[in-house]
């Protein structure tokens, strides 16, 4: 009974994503059974299509400079947190990442009428500032357990051995967060690509692959959007992807550094011909 | 520690190394190695890199940073291990890799915040001894934090005891062991009984103390007539002989009756009671076996020179 209810629930989440998919091939413009055969026409169509590669390469644009931008706020704030100790920590780690919680709508209303009051005119720009608002909590989120077992002492070691400040963060503190810096940005990049409703309300003339979509939706329903839809799928799922399989490489890499500790000397008792470093010595990135 | 490499500016005071003022030197600009308490080395780099961190941001030309890297891994017994990583060394083996990193530098002063705590007691004194050769080898000054009163021992031409911040007594380790100036230190280094007396007169730098139930003899120090002091006899410096035998008259000398016995190996301790006192005694395990059980009527005896007079 259970494991009916389970395929039953595995149905309804796929089912969409199957005849979306089935039906940006089909030969005839029927959107529904029966199915008559294969083709790629609508992706032809549809790449064909001015305003569907305009949208793309913007939401493209968006994505890319939304996930740069919050990188760079996103990673200055971990470089603070880890500097804080104790409860306050944990207190301004809360209150940079509970912004995950406010609707959209919200940010949107707040935004046009931020934008308004500015003076800025709606554009790719005012998106783009729209979508790091948005991510940056997510961003900060993600890099938040990395925040709280990165040791501070390390910072502390490189200076005692003769390293500068920028130094300490340049040779240690930036390689060692790096790996976590690259995974956020790429779920930034996936939250970007296809957010909708803030950028509706803040976009301007130009309008991202989402609200192309939309729009295409509310004239008519046409196959074409199958395809379109379809696109937008393959490029987040390509980039969630990335993005997992580095999260994956990196609790692997933490995990592995916990356990070691708990390890009794009995790799002492390797073998010590095993592994015999080469001759020639490779230099730590950044030294010269 | 945190003072002498260079984290945290003293409120008061100056910081003195090798007749230098470093009082406000930041951390980099030292002669000053540490080793951390939870190793802190790099995970993004392996150990011959760890190794070499010093050296390379010192400029030194690749062979050099290759030969004296080479030679420190030889000196902490890791040379094949230079291209691990860190996750894949055991807590020993991080531990010498910390050693090696900050040894090469050639630190005028190494620090080490209690290097062994993190490891279990067999790798402990495994590396307490590779500390004490490689301190020997090098001849560099260590200073050692530890809250454990062997490793203290064990490796120091100098103990420093503080308590509570404040400096309780400085000394060699014979010193602090056999003349602590204080009832904090008697008590921290080993086992001793500490007892209460009163000092009934000094004659000629030696006290006659009694107690309620007995009385001892030994050097006065500071101590004045008519004072209340406790005096400490270290269990080692007591010596038990069997009831058969009449109590001679006079002082550090009492009879009592063995209350519980443990076996150490090669040592055994007897507790002794004696009227509301409970004394330790310790001795190299008898060749012939323990001769008495838990009820055996016991004398006690010891030297003048066991008593430590210690005033409060």
Known sequence: ?288 | MRIIAGFEEPTSGTLKINGQNATSLPPEKRSVNMVFQRYALFPHLDVFDNVAFGLRLRKLPKDEVNKQVTAMLHLVQLESYSGRWIHELSGGQCQRVALARALVNQPNVLLLDEPLAALDLKIRHHMLRELKRIHEETGTTFVYVTHDQDEAMILSDRVVLMNKGEIAQLGSPQDLYAAPESLFCAKFFGETNILEGRVDKITSGVADISTPLFSAKGAARNAREGETVSISIRPEAMKLTGSDAPLLAGPNRLTGHVEDIVFIGNRVVYQVRHGDNLLSCQETRPVTGIQYTPGSHVHLNWPDEAVVVLTQ
Not at chain 1, 53 to 66: D, F, G, K, M, Q
Not at chain 1, 228 to 235: F, H, I, T
Request: hydrophobic share 55%.
């Open chain 1, 1 to 288: 009974m259970l494991r009916m209810y389970l395929w039953l629930y595995v149905l309804f989440l796929y089912a969409p994503i199957v005849i979306i998919g089935m039906f940006s091939f089909h030969s005839s413009p029927s959107l529904v059974f029966p199915f008559d055969g294969w083709s790629l026409r609508w992706y032809e169509q549809i790449f064909a299509s001015s305003t569907f590669r305009e949208s793309l390469w913007n939401s493209v644009i968006v994505a890319t400079a939304a996930s740069i931008a919050t990188s760079l706020l996103g990673a200055t704030v971990a470089l603070a947190l880890i500097r804080i100790k104790g409860k306050m920590r944990d207190v301004i780690a809360t209150i940079c990442a509970a912004p995950i919680a406010l609707p959209g709508l919200f940010l949107g209303i707040a935004l046009v009428s931020g934008f308004a009051q500015a003076g800025m005119n709606r554009s790719l720009l005012t998106v783009t500032i729209a979508h790091v608002l948005y991510a940056l909590p997510f961003f900060v989120a993600t890099l938040r357990s990395r925040i709280d077992y990165f040791d501070s002492s390390l910072e502390e070691a490189a200076r005692d051995l003769g390293a500068t400040t920028w130094q300490s963060f340049h040779l240690v503190t930036l390689p060692i967060l790096r790996p976590s810096i690259v995974g956020a940005a790429i779920l930034v990049f996936a939250l970007s690509f296809d957010e909708l409703i803030i950028t509706v309300f803040v976009s301007g003339n130009e309008s991202t692959l989402p609200m192309m979509i939309w729009s295409m939706m509310r004239r008519t329903v046409d196959p074409t959007i199958n395809a379109a839809s379809m696109v937008a799928l393959g490029l987040s799922l390509i980039v969630i992807t990335i993005a997992g399989a580095i999260f994956w490489l990196q609790r692997r890499a933490a995990i592995s550094s916990r356990t070691s500790d708990l390890r009794v000397e009995a790799n002492d008792q390797v073998d010590s011909t095993t592994e015999q470093r080469p001759q020639s010595v490779r230099p730590v990135q950044g030294f010269e």
